[in-house]
């Protein structure tokens, strides 16, 4: 079963896990770095990691115009129900839920969830999705946290690691974390979008390259990788 993710920049991702496409943190109109518009970017479900504006994004634009079905943290689907957006499926931190394109669960976050407009957006999560023969981990904003291990210990092929610092782990906790996951291949995110997070990823590759078993892959913005 092929699953295909096109990184849009940021900490936002498009996949395609066969055919169903899914949107994850889809901040595209205020990103300085998105190389797709919200207008006409497709989706079958959107996940949302937490309330930040640079990952909730333009998430209700989005499912109104595709309808597509968003999945978050309780919290977050009870907003969106008050934005107008009804196709929802609320999840909590720790629970999974098998939906056609695999079993998604939420894991947790060390981060803040506030929304745009400042209601209460719940707890943050990262997401863990399990289809036929792949698991794909995305630590979404976050600090690192040693029960990254337990993650590891299901067996990824992928993880989707924050490197910018500042608001979640920078390089140097990000290799740390990639030690705890073992993944297969891993993908740096949440850097560059502002001079703020400016980080070298391919710098950061060749470190986790030195020290750890894992494969680096680098994406610029609209970059996609296979698995
Ligand atoms: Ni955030
Ligand atoms: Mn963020």
Known sequence: MAFELTWHGHASFGMDIAGIRVLLDPFLSGSPTAMVQADEVAADYIIVSHGHGDHIGDTVAIAKRTGAMVISNHEIVGWLGSQ?????????????????????????????????????????????ITTQNHKVYFACDTGLFYSMKLYGDEGLDLAILPIGDNFTMGPDDALRAVKLLRPRVVIPVHFGTWELIAQDPYAWAERVKAETDAQPVVLAPGGTYTL
């Open 84 to 128: 107008g957006v009804t196709n929802t499926h609320p999840q909590h931190i720790g629970g999974g839920f098998a939906y056609p394109f695999g079993y998604l669960k939420l894991t947790i976050a060390v981060h803040g969830s506030a929304l745009p407009d400042g209601s209460d957006g719940g707890n943050p999560a990262g997401v863990l």
